[in-house]
């Protein structure tokens, strides 16, 4: 549904100014979305199970569905684009033993013969759908997407930032949690300001689009995200939430807010009405296995960091404890690191300016939008 709304957003806001406010706009509700759901989970989990975390997103996308009957209209496109199976099985085969090498590489190690096997298969699998995607009549990802330059730079930076940015909340989490000893509630208030710096952030951007372009936004909010991050990085066992965690929170999630919006317009932005909804899939697609990746990743980064440190330092309790903080802010270091790469990413590839795209026809283009996510905040 996210991708459905973005599709639409799109191809109904041609112009550059109102365009970037209508994805200010999304931003904005998503991060307030967030927010509430932060509360709301801290609250469920505390004082009812986390189970409920995830049922009580049944209701809501119900009530959100019956809404969406009443004021989306319906379309039709008359194409017939067929189904890519080959290509929808190689690639979700290949990500499945990519994130799953990944975590195997926590526990069973980097040299493991599991893991490298994993890692084997990914590849082949991963090289096996692009070959399907170059031939096929019906692709599911049609390659000329993906080589556009503004696009794949923005899907290149997706892809990163999603992988640096929820092995990110895990880190902070288990910092609240396990060395500041919130609830799952006050952890769930601890991270409010994330997402009010997410709807600031996203606000400022479309203001800022039209005047300095994409690239030069989006590579200015992921190094201020880049910098939040870093900030992380210095936390130890006597660090506070007011002076340490608060303005990191909030450096970071100004960047991120401002980055989404650009990302995602310059994503979207150009594509042709047949390819709307497979560039907006693509979004969400980077996004989510960066996701998947990252929060093994980093997991994986931090449980050796910790476990290192515990090595040199013995198991004492104190040293359990700097043991798992430096396990922290080695991971914030890496994300920081992965944003920065990000950010010259965004700027390398994409081009400084950008003309707006012809208008084109809202009925047909809107069939075509696929789930998408604007992020995993």
Do not use: C
Request: proline share 4%.
């Amino acid at each position: 549904m996210p991708s459905k709304v973005r599709s639409l957003l799109t191809v109904s806001f041609t112009e550059s100014k109102e365009r970037a406010r209508a994805f200010a706009v999304y931003g904005g509700i998503a991060g307030g979305g967030a927010a509430i759901g932060l509360i709301l989970g801290g609250l469920l989990t505390e004082y009812a199970s986390w189970r409920w975390t995830l049922l009580i997103n049944v209701p809501i996308a119900i009530l959100a569905a019956l809404a969406a009957t009443r004021v989306v209209s319906e379309s039709r496109s008359s194409a017939n684009h067929g189904y890519d199976l080959p290509g929808a099985a190689t690639v979700t085969g290949g990500l499945l033993a990519l994130v799953y090498g990944f975590t195997k590489a926590g526990t069973d190690g980097w040299g493991s013969t599991t893991t490298l096997v994993l890692f084997a298969i990914a590849a082949v699998l991963l090289v096996a759908f692009v070959a399907i995607e170059y031939r096929a009549e019906h692709p599911l990802l049609p390659l000329r997407v993906v080589l556009d330059r503004n696009r794949g730079g923005s899907f290149l930076a997706s892809l990163l930032v999603g992988t640096a940015m929820l092995g990110t909340f895990l880190s902070l989490t288990y910092y609240f949690q396990g060395t500041l000893h919130y609830s799952a509630l006050k952890s769930g208030f601890a991270f409010v300001p994330f997402s009010l710096g997410i709807i600031t952030g996203a606000t400022s951007a479309s203001r800022l689009l039209p005047r300095f372009g994409p690239r030069n936004v989006m590579a200015f909010g992921l190094l201020m995200a880049a910098g939040g991050l870093a900030l992380f990085s210095t936390l130890d066992l006597h660090s506070s939430y007011i002076s340490t965690v608060l303005p990191a929170e909030l450096i970071v999630s100004l960047g991120m807010g401002v980055a989404f919006v650009a990302m995602s317009s310059t994503a979207l932005i150009g594509v042709s009405p047949e390819d709307a909804g497979v560039a907006s899939a693509l979004v969400n697609a980077t996004q989510q296995t960066g996701s998947s990746m990252g929060a093994a990743l980093i997991n994986t980064i931090a449980t050796t960091a910790t476990a290192s440190y515990i090595v040199a330092h013995g198991s004492s309790p104190t040293a359990l404890a700097e043991g798992a903080i430096h396990g922290y802010t080695t991971a914030f270091v890496f994300s920081a690191a992965v944003l920065g790469a990000a950010a010259v990413a965004a700027f390398t590839l994409i081009r400084r300016f950008r003309p707006d795209p012809a208008p084109v026809d809202v009925e047909v283009t809107a069939e075509t939008g696929e789930p998408l996510v604007l992020a995993a905040v």
